[in-house]
């Protein structure tokens, strides 16, 4: 049994003018390029409005900070200031790390652990029935909800932010997993029971193949709920950690340290889920072609 996901060729017939072939690729480069500018053009409107909205002084810089003052607070995070490394004793860079650790050990079990639960869950119904309930209900939990508990079970070090971000992350996968398997055509599994696969067969080479589209939207979300929750984990004893230094804030209205970490956060998502992104590229090449 070698059935594997479907390889799609774009056909070149002979004879065919490769002068067509480059204006192809002049016009993809010219639509990056596009995509490019506007991308750059909507980012430096919002940066425009943000320092318009200072300069008139609309609201106190207590609750918007001027945009200088943040990048001022990004000099002193990769700095040595008075005596003081950084924020908070360590380097933009040292919270970065910490908290990247953290989402790694987290959402690298979230993987192993999820995507055979998903496949489980996808091809043995009981296990499907029974498993279900409990992610859909750990899903629809609030982090801080639990965190506590995980405190007191794991106490205040790594170990509890990484069941915590491992919690956040592990449903959303398993739950990716079930939605690719179910998008199979039923024929497919009757053409290879015919053939005499058995059912591990059938989740080697249809079910791994079929799912893995779904799989990495999973992963995505997955890492999107992490970041959504690093702070939480972060409340406790998360210094270094860039979740912990965005929580230390508010113990003196530090608006813009805050507005750092906001910018920071969102900058580390966008490029980790373009990396997932140029991978699936590569894992699922059929994805979304025609």
Not at 176 to 184: H, R
Not at 251 to 277: E, P, S
Request: hydrophobic share 50%; charged share 20%; net charge positive.
């Amino acid at each position: 049994m070698t059935a594997t996901a479907p390889e799609l060729v774009d056909p070149a017939p002979a004879g065919s003018d490769p002068g067509r072939a480059v204006d192809r690729s002049d016009r993809t480069r010219g639509a990056t390029l596009r995509r490019v500018a506007i991308r750059v053009a909507a980012v430096g409107g919002i940066v425009l409005a943000w320092w318009a909205v200072t300069a008139l002084e609309i609201w106190p810089e207590l609750i918007v900070p001027r945009p200088g003052s943040v990048w001022q607070r990004f000099v002193e995070s990769v700095t040595t200031h008075d005596g003081v490394r950084g924020l908070e004793g360590h380097y933009l860079w040292e919270h970065l790390a910490a908290s990247g650790k953290r989402l790694a050990l987290g959402v690298g079990a979230a993987i192993v652990i999820g995507v055979p639960i998903g496949l489980a869950m996808a091809t043995i119904r009981p296990i499907r029935t029974a498993t279900e309930p409990f992610l859909n209900f750990v899903r629809s939990l609030p982090p801080l909800a639990y965190f506590s508990l995980l405190i007191i079970w794991f106490g205040i070090e790594d170990t509890s932010k990484v069941w915590l971000l491992f919690v956040a992350a592990v449903a959303p996968i398993s739950l990716s997993v079930v939605a690719g398997a179910e998008s199979i055509r039923s024929d497919w599994f009757d053409a290879a029971r015919s053939q005499g696969a058995s059912r591990l067969q059938v989740v080697r080479h249809l079910v791994v193949p079929a799912v893995r589209p779904e799989l990495f939207t999973g992963i995505r979300l997955a890492i999107g709920f992490a970041f959504t929750t690093i702070v939480a984990a972060e409340t406790v004893n998360g210094i270094p950690g860039i979740g912990g230094l965005a929580w230390s804030t508010k113990k003196f209205n530090q608006t813009d340290i805050a507005v750092l970490c906001v910018i920071v956060i969102g900058l580390c998502a966008v490029a980790i889920d373009q990396i997932i992104r140029a991978i699936e590229r590569r894992a699922v090449p059929w994805k979304g072609r025609a």
